[in-house]
C-alpha cells in the first residue's frame, strides 16, 4: 500500500511540474493581471515581487511544493482570494454532479449489461450495444441542448439551467453547512430547496452518465461473458440454481473487480467531462470557475484546479485498490 501511494504521489508532482512549466510558457504578465488594467510600472514590479515571480522559476517551483504541504496553493489572480478556499466553493457543486451521474450509470449499465450477456446475439443485446456506442460517442453539448430542448422547452418538466430556483434564495434560504447544496438541504430540512435541486440536477446529470454507462454496460458485458464459461460458473448451473441467480450473483460477482478500476477512471474524466456541461447548465462548478481562471491567465487557480483533479483520480484509483482487494481474496495491496 506504501508503494502505491508513493507512485501516486510521484504522479502528482509530474502533474504539478508539466503544469507548472506550461503556464509560465504560456505568453501573458500575471503581475499586470494581478495590479489590473490600469496600474503602473511600479505597481506591477510590485505585485510581481509580492507573488515572487521575481524569483527563479526553480525557487518558485519548490516555494509552491512547500506551499502545497502546508496547505497553501497560491492567491488567485482573478478573485484575490486563496485558490485553495476558492476550489472549496467551487468543487463540491461538481462533486454532487459526478456522483448524482455515476449513480445513474451504475443503475442503468449494469442490469443492461446482464441483460445483454444473459441473451446475447439477440434483439435486447444488439439494442444494448447500440445504445452504450451512442451513450460513449455521441457530444455531450448536443446530447445536452437535444435534452434541454425537449424536456424544458417542449415538455416544461425540468428546468434548463441552474441549480435551483432563484426565488427559493428569499423563500427558502439555504444554510450552508457543508458546502454540498444537497446535504445541506438535508440536514436542515429544506424540502422545496431539496426538490429543486434534485429536479436541476436530472438533465445534467443524465448527460455526464451517458460515457460511463456506455463504457460500463459494454464491460460487463464482456466480463460476464468470460466469466460463465469458466469451470465453478458451470458447476453452480449443474448444482440447480436458477440462470437468473448464475448470472446476477455468481457471474457478477467476479466482473466488480474492473468495473470497479473503470469507475475509478471515469470519476476523473467526468469532473473534467463536466466543464462544458456545466457552462452550458449554468451549473456552478469549477467549470466555470477554471474558465475564468483560463481567461485572465490565472495560473496558481490553473494550478490549484490541475493539482485538485489529480489528486481526485490518485484517491479514486488507491480507494479502487482497496476496494478490488476487499471483493477479491486474491488480490493483496503491496
Known amino acids: 500500500m506504501a508503494r502505491r501511494v508513493a507512485l501516486a504521489m510521484l504522479v502528482v508532482a509530474g502533474v504539478i511540474i508539466a503544469t507548472f512549466v506550461i503556464a509560465r510558457v504560456i505568453p501573458g504578465d500575471p503581475a499586470a493581471t494581478w495590479a489590473g488594467p490600469h496600474a503602473s510600472a511600479a505597481q506591477v514590479a510590485a505585485a510581481r515581487r509580492f507573488l515572487g515571480l521575481d524569483r527563479p522559476p526553480l525557487v518558485q517551483l519548490a516555494a509552491y511544493f512547500g506551499g502545497i504541504l502546508t496547505g497553501s496553493w497560491g492567491l488567485s489572480l482573478h478573485t484575490h482570494q486563496p485558490v485553495l ?133 459494454r464491460m460487463v458485458r464482456a466480463q460476464v461473458l468470460d466469466t460463465v464459461t469458466e469451470t465453478h460458473v458451470q458447476m453452480i448451473r449443474a448444482l440447480g440454481f436458477s440462470e437468473r441467480t448464475v448470472y446476477s450473483r455468481f457471474a457478477m460477482k467476479l466482473a466488480w473487480n474492473p468495473v470497479a478500476a473503470a469507475v475509478a477512471l471515469v470519476f476523473g474524466y467526468s469532473l473534467v467531462n463536466t466543464f462544458l456541461v456545466e457552462a452550458i447548465f449554468d451549473w456552478p462548478g469549477l467549470g466555470s470557475y477554471t474558465a475564468a481562471s483560463i481567461a485572465t491567465l490565472d495560473t496558481p487557480a490553473i494550478l490549484g484546479v490541475t493539482l485538485f483533479i489529480a489528486l481526485v483520480y490518485v484517491a479514486a484509483n488507491l480507494a479502487v485498490d482497496i476496494i478490488q482487494a476487499a471483493l477479491d481474496p486474491r488480490i493483496r495491496l503491496r
Open 85 to 217: 478556499s476558492d476550489i472549496g466553493t467551487a468543487a463540491p457543486a461538481s462533486l454532487e454532479l459526478v456522483t448524482a451521474a455515476l449513480i445513474i450509470a451504475l443503475a442503468v449499465a449494469v442490469p443492461l449489461g446482464l441483460v445483454s450477456a444473459r441473451w446475447p446475439g439477440g434483439l435486447a443485446d444488439q439494442a444494448i450495444r447500440a445504445g452504450s456506442i451512442l451513450g460513449v460517442s455521441m457530444p455531450i453539448f448536443w446530447m445536452a441542448l437535444i435534452l434541454q430542448l425537449v424536456f424544458s422547452q417542449r415538455l416544461h418538466v425540468l428546468p434548463a439551467a441552474g441549480q435551483y430556483a432563484p426565488g427559493l434564495l428569499f423563500s427558502h434560504p439555504l444554510d450552508q453547512r457543508t458546502g454540498f447544496s444537497l446535504i445541506d438541504a438535508v440536514i436542515s430540512g429544506n424540502w422545496p430547496m431539496l426538490g429543486s435541486i434534485l429536479a436541476h440536477l436530472v438533465l445534467p446529470a443524465v448527460v455526464v452518465a451517458a460515457y460511463p454507462a456506455g463504457l460500463i454496460a
